[in-house]
């Protein structure tokens, strides 16, 4: 009896273990947190993780309850993330709002926008390699 039940502990085990890991695709480059309410205080939304396979796509903010009112950018990760920029938009392509964010300091919306809606990490070929 207590060897099934040992086995049985260890095959669920070994199966929970190995389905919570999640392969990166790439170097890592950056990490930013974003927040629903302005300041980077209230309402976090948790953080991102930016690999090179992000590198140089559009992304828009997915799994957020909310609208995103403002965003830090944590971390940029040398020598991966070496000659990177990170952008946030007002627009979900990318193509409205830019501005250009460097580490550890909080972005809020600009006057006239109501959320930032997408990002993007900007590297030269080679780069993020």
């Known amino acids: 009896m207590q060897f099934t039940s040992i086995v049985v502990f260890a095959a669920a085990f070994a199966a929970s ?3 919570a890991v999640l392969p990166r695709d790439g170097a890592r480059l950056a990490q930013f947190r974003v927040f629903g309410a302005e300041g980077c205080s209230d309402l976090n939304y948790g953080f991102y993780t930016v690999d090179e ?3 140089n796509t559009c992304k828009t903010f997915v799994n957020v309850p ?3 009112k403002s965003l830090n950018l944590e971390a ?3 020598p991966a993330a070496d000659g990177c920029s990170f952008f946030i938009y007002t627009s979900e392509d990318c193509g409205a709002g830019r501005r250009s964010i460097p580490v550890q300091s909080c972005q809020e919306i600009p006057a006239g ?3 930032w809606g997408s990002w993007q990490i900007s590297c030269p070929s080679g780069a993020a390699a």
């Open 17 to 19: 273990a190995s389905a």
């Open 53 to 55: 396979s992000d590198a």
């Open 76 to 78: 940029m990760y040398s």
């Open 66 to 68: 909310t609208a995103v």
């Open 113 to 115: 926008a109501s959320e």
